[in-house]
């Protein structure tokens, strides 16, 4: 079957739903603290197929991959840099068997952790600082070997800084045919105004996002569902057109006996999921500490 464009499909009003946590699952699965997780993607491949599988079995209606830090500025950590191409085909690969003809596989792209050199000309990269041109080419080699291995579109994800967000949107834009998403994390402050740890706005990252050449907005982790509501109804009402992806937290994270738990329940979310939709959102789907119950939860409220 031949998939249509995401933004097409939301043109005729369906709500869509995309998949939730891969970190969190990968943890159960036994992924150690400071082991490099976009490596399953060649050492494990059936444990990362088998969290794809289990979400459009859930009824997500599209699948990430794992890929958040496939940039060889993240695998370059590792000792990995020279494999990107590898790992991100590879993910792509496994999220296409998963996804199967009917649903689309979202490329997920994520911060390098690096901040643009202030003195961009004449900077060299070290552990703190990139390049502007060097930012772009480390985008730009993940996309290309993204679409290779069959992904339909791209989501760059839990951004904070405008320079980087439309570093990342350009470089896809301009090397591949894949539709792009730019989703940005926002925190309250204590103002009650929605801010990126770089101190962006919502109405600042759709205009940036929108000019750079995104064909989806929207935001992702920092938050549960209930504070989502906010930031889309924001940035819905600073653009009516452009689709709105929406990635909540299975709540705000508690630590219990040493360890992170998300308090929100399937049902906890779903609840919101009508107010949610009110407010502007077109793809929901889950971030951290949210499970394929979440999804299914999330699916059925929709019915």
Sequence with gaps: MSRKKISEVLKSGRILVSDGACGTFLQKKGLKAGECPELWNIERPDDVR?????????????????????????????????????????????????????????????????????????????????????????????????????????????????????????????????????????????????????????????????????????????????????IVRQMRGINKDAPIFAYANAGLPENINGADVFPDSPEDMAKFVPELIKAGANIIGGCCGTTPAHIAAIKQALK
């Design 50 to 230: 088998e969290i794809a599988e289990s979400y459009i079995k859930a009824g997500a209606d599209m699948i990430q991959t794992n890929t958040f830090g496939g940039t060889s500025c993240k695998l370059g950590h590792y000792g990995l840099a020279d494999r990107v191409s590898e790992i991100n085909e590879a993910a792509a690969r496994l999220a296409r068997e998963a996804a199967g003809d009917n649903n689309w596989v979202i490329a997920s792209i994520g911060p390098t952790g690096k901040m643009i050199a202030p003195d961009d000309d004449e900077c060299e990269d070290d552990e703190l600082y990139i390049t502007r041109d060097n930012l772009y080419k480390a985008f730009k080699e993940q996309a290309i070997a993204l679409e290779k291995g069959g992904a339909d579109a791209v989501r760059i994800e839990t951004m904070s800084d405008i320079g980087e967000a439309v570093a990342a949107v350009k470089a896809v834009r301009e090397n591949t045919g894949l539709e792009i998403s730019c989703t940005f994390t926002f925190e309250k402050n204590s103002r009650g105004e929605y801010r990126t740890m770089m101190g962006v706005s919502p109405e600042q990252a759709v205009k940036a996002a929108i000019e750079a050449g995104a064909d989806i907005i929207g935001t992702n982790c920092g938050n549960g569902i209930e504070r989502m509501i906010d």
